[in-house]
């Protein structure tokens, strides 16, 4: 059965430092693709990186990058240079074929000024 | 900008009760979903749907019914409601595809007492 896990229930992370939330996924298919999700004390859920199983490059989108290791089945999220508003819970998902998305447990990061 | 609304934001309940939970969006997407999240457990999905009056299961969907009359509404209906459907309940959309992410709503931060 497909399963995201993320192992980190916390992070802090010291202002203007990079860091690396971890994500593992598990699927016997060849097509998927892999989010990543802010979701900050509001509640509101916002996309921040995408990256197709097919994709030969690592996905970046300004301070954000997702390092991708398809034989490891990891996705790990690199925050660079990180802000206070940064913040927040971070959810790596998985798109299965059918189009549903599965969800890791989350990793609250807390920045530290 | 992509906007997913949902009715409402709180909700006090009853044991018992019939419950309406519903979404709308306004970028005329074809998939529409419905999750509840729990701490430690992530976004778990209920129920989607890939068009008008089409709906599946998603993994938690007993307890829970969907309609979906019109392409931008999508209704998550508790038909009695108990304590442990406590929980905040989340709305997302999508347009077809594997690479489109989805857009999510506010959440209802549903109380059953």
């Known amino acids: 059965a497909q399963k995201i896990t993320q192992t980190q229930p916390g992070m802090f992370v010291q202002e203007k430092e990079a860091v690396t939330l971890d994500c593992t996924y598990d699927t016997s298919d060849p097509s998927y693709g892999l989010f990543w999700y802010k979701q900050p004390s509001s509640g509101e859920m916002i996309f921040l990186i995408y990256q197709g199983s097919y994709d030969q490059q690592n996905a970046t989108e300004g301070r954000y990058s997702l390092n991708f290791q398809k034989a490891r089945k990891s996705a790990n999220l690199v925050i660079s240079a990180s802000q206070l508003g940064d913040s927040a819970m971070y959810f790596c998902a998985m798109r299965e074929v059918t189009g549903k998305l599965i969800f890791g447990q989350g990793t609250t990061l807390q920045v530290k000024p | 900008d992509v906007k997913v609304t949902q009715s409402s934001r709180y909700l006090v309940k009853r044991t018992g009760e019939k419950v309406f939970l519903e979404c709308v969006q306004d970028m005329d997407h074809e998939n529409m979903f419905w999750y509840r999240q729990d701490p430690g457990l992530g976004l778990r999905l209920i129920y989607f749907s890939y068009d008008v009056k089409m709906k599946e299961k998603g993994d938690i969907p007993e307890g829970y019914s969907v309609s979906r009359e019109k392409k931008e509404r999508f209704s998550l209906i508790l038909e009695s409601a108990s304590t442990n459907q406590t929980s905040m309940y989340l709305c997302?959309?999508?347009?077809?595809?594997?690479?489109?992410?989805?857009?999510f709503g506010p959440g209802t931060r549903l109380t059953v007492l």
């Open positions: 997302a959309s999508s347009l077809r595809g594997p690479t489109n992410e989805q857009f």
